[in-house]
């Protein structure tokens, strides 16, 4: 009985029984950001390797951000062109990235692959990937169960990364030592297996059922659970007719109460993602590399036990957000990890520096999985993928901000302001989120509430 108490609240009996496609996705998630995670690794230390100086560094990741635009855009088609076939040219572009990064250190050519390419400087999410995924997830699933489903989507994902990190880190170093690689020659080997990854992806994609698309499920009993119709009185016919022309249209329609959520939520993720591109994971580990002269294996050991305790910390916040809400769990979590950020470049020692990243990292994901639980019932089911794409391209202009002034003051001598300058703006946001939404109730909020009390009960 405790036993599957434990499973119950780790969200694991929710995972068991998801669809076929739920899992297939987060498979999908696990090896992309396995990639992602290497990638990230070896990204500014291959551009130092050729000659590129710390703020064209900078420029270039600021420039890799921009190029996600082109995402949003395939974001807002995926719904009408099908969402399998978003997925798969995603996974091409990766491919594509993947194979110039591996085969030329010219500077134009790698800025061309990863404005056009899917190359993340940051080891998060770039390219059309989650807003679709999450979308399709939240209409996979129970309003019930979303928290689990995507608890586990963050924690799998996170998994991934951390163990990139971990061996591309030893990889490299091993090639280099042993094998008497050159630097570069080893960073472009990791490029290599990117795109064997960005492949693998595009296989799985193929696997997908036709239950992925929007009206490939019953995406109208989805919609009459979760919000009430803004329309009555209209006959049999005309809502066939509506349904037809909804289909048919490419670009989907956001009502006004969404765009008034939207815009706030904008607003907030804006600060916060200008603050996560003064410190993206490439150029963290540029800093250690720089201060305390860090090779890559020690780097790849370091940023694999912070990917872990992400992991773990993320399957803890399922449960807490459970008993005191979305919005709080994505404050009361974040906002220590956002102290910690600014204490990293603080102390002279590398345990201390190391610390204060660690606990950081044990924090910072807790807020991820509640996060998109919650954007998943704040807009109506339809509008999820075209709202979450947008969003992240929001989240993703702000950020681009961030590597070009890292790279001036890494340039400098100053690298460690982007560390407090980025820790305080992730705390202004929590601080506006938890204003802005606090009295904010959600119906997953509710039904949560409602399985718990009946679980108490029982």
Known sequence: MALLHILHELGLHSLHNSPRDTKILILQRFIRFFAFGGSTIVLALYLHAISISDAQIGLFMSLTLVGDVISFALTLLADGVGRKIVLGGGAMLMVMSGVVFAVTGNFWCLLAASVFGVISPNGREIGPFSAIEESTLAHLTKPEIRSDIFAWYVVIG???????????????????????WSPVRSYQAVFLAYAGLGFLNLLLTCTLSSRVELHGHDEQKDSDDESESLISGIDTDSNHEMTGKEKRSLLPKISKESRIVLLKLCLLFALDSLASGLVPASLVTYFFNLKFKLHEGDLGTLFFVAGILSSVSSLVAVSLSRRIGLIRTMVFTHLPSAIALCLIPIPSSLSGAIFFLLLRSSLASMDIAPKAAFLSVVVQPGERTAVMGFISVVRTFSQSCGPVITGVLAQSGRFWVTFVVAGSLKATYDLGLLTGFRGHKTEMDRAERTASRQEVEE
């Open 158 to 180: 996170s998994a991934g990364n951390a163990l990139g990190k971990l061996t591309t880190g030893w990889v490299v170093q091993k090639l280099q030592s042993r094998e008497r």
